[in-house]
């Protein structure tokens, strides 16, 4: 909770509030009758951040209404930002090797051409994902795409924003003659959005989708247990009464009235599994926060991809302040996951998955060239 104690003081502060730390993880704060007002705490108040409170202090957490409370001070300041890191940028001394052990390709064979020196152009967005089923979870997530090739940033974000932070108050200029690649347009930035945003806030909920399918199934056991007991009293004395040669009118009747029961238990049993479904049904939201176009300089490798009779070249780069390779990207999905595949046609770049056999008919086809359909049997995409 340290990172949100120093967003928490820094807000306060530039909004006028006098703040002073205490133990544990606490701040103390004078604020003046606006800033009262929109968070709904006294003009002296303490604020208490981590799992043990200071005296008389309010919890502040990510799931807290304290999120809200900050979103009507902040309001839209701060949610597109621009910054420039001009940091020494020195050629690895082994590219070779660099490449080797960050481009893994299933089908296809790479020759590095060449490094130069260039500049990127990053984007780091963030969200807040709230996922509510028996429980809730919130969060925030960061995804950073290197809009010169596409590559997504997932082992190199902390890095970046860690430096982006300490040298927040510094005003770099752009160089004059640095030649940067365009920006997206906004479809473009959606469609990769709706790709990759899902399987990393996936991912981010792991612990808690497992925990929540654990009281599930206990849950379902519970019930099957408890009616499967219900069932077999009614089959046994079913069986019972159907063992007598001659039944009486009042045997006849409690027949009648178990076979009743069996229906009524078998009902019951759909309508309670019905209500779990619905009890452990998840809803997740995610909104957008905050926007930080990244410009600095890189080592740019070359990369020439050979496919059967076609090539194709590749820009990745590498970057100074992490000393890692960007992962090339999955055209298709933007997943972390490697190795990639390459495609026929067009030479994409793409997991096994998006380069796999259609689930009808069994044609290997690009989920790129064709992401809508099989081209051979018209198979919809899943």
């Known amino acids: 909770m340290a990172e949100l104690l120093s967003f928490v003081e820094k807000v306060l502060e530039t909004e006028g509030a006098v703040t002073e730390r205490i133990a544990p993880d606490g701040l103390e704060v004078m604020i003046p009758p606006a800033l009262q007002q929109a968070l709904e705490i006294p003009e002296l108040a303490r604020l208490g951040f981590g799992a043990e409170l200071p005296e008389h202090a309010q ?8 999120m809200n409370r900050l979103k009507r001070v902040v309001g839209t300041h701060g949610r597109l930002a621009r910054q420039i890191l001009d940091v020494d940028s020195v050629a690895p001394s082994n590219p070779e090797r660099i490449v080797e052990h960050t481009l893994e390709l299933t089908n296809a064979t790479y020759r590095l051409k060449g490094v130069t020196p ?23 997530l960061h995804l950073g795409i290197n809009l010169n090739n596409g590559s997504i940033l997932d082992n190199l974000l902390d890095p970046l924003l860690y430096t982006a932070a300490e040298a927040a108050s510094e005003h770099t200029i752009l160089p ?17 959005l709706n790709r990759a945003l899902p399987t990393r806030i996936r991912h981010c909920l792991g612990r808690f989708l497992c925990s929540m399918r654990q009281r599930q199934e206990r849950d379902l056991r519970r019930i099957f247990n408890y009616h499967s007991e219900l069932r077999q009293e009614a089959l046994e004395r079913m069986r019972q ?4 040669p001659d039944l009486t009118e009042r045997q006849r009747s409690e027949q009648k009235h178990t076979e009743q029961r069996l229906q009524a238990i078998l009902r019951e049993y759909q309508a309670k599994v ?15 926060i905050q926007t930080l176009e990244l410009i600095m300089p890189v080592q740019r490798f070359e990369i020439s991809i050979r496919r059967r009779k076609g090539e194709r070249r590749i820009a990745l780069d590498w970057n100074p302040l ?8 999955c055209e298709y999905s933007y997943t972390w996951e490697r190795p990639r595949s390459v495609c026929d046609d067009q030479l994409h770049l ?33």
């Not at 992490?322 to 990207?329: H, M, N, S």
Request: net charge positive.
């Open 176 to 192: 004059e003659g640095i030649q940067l690649c365009s920006p997206w347009g906004m479809a473009r930035l959606t469609t990769v």
């Open 274 to 288: 019905g209500d779990l479904r619905q009890k452990y049904a998840m809803n997740v939201e995610c909104r957008w």
């Open 241 to 244: 009464l159907q063992q007598k």
């Open 322 to 329: 992490t000393r890692k390779l960007e992962p090339a990207p």
């Open 350 to 382: 793409v997991t096994p998955k998006a380069y796999g056999p259609c689930t009808q008919c069994g044609k290997v086809y690009c989920r790129v060239c064709h992401p809508r359909k099989c081209p051979k049997c018209g198979h919809v995409t899943g």
């Open 59 to 66: 919890r502040v957490t990510l799931e807290s209404d304290w």
């Open 118 to 140: 260039a500049w990127t152009r990053y984007l780091i967005i963030a969200f807040r994902y709230s996922a509510i089923s028996d429980e809730k979870r919130d969060g925030i």
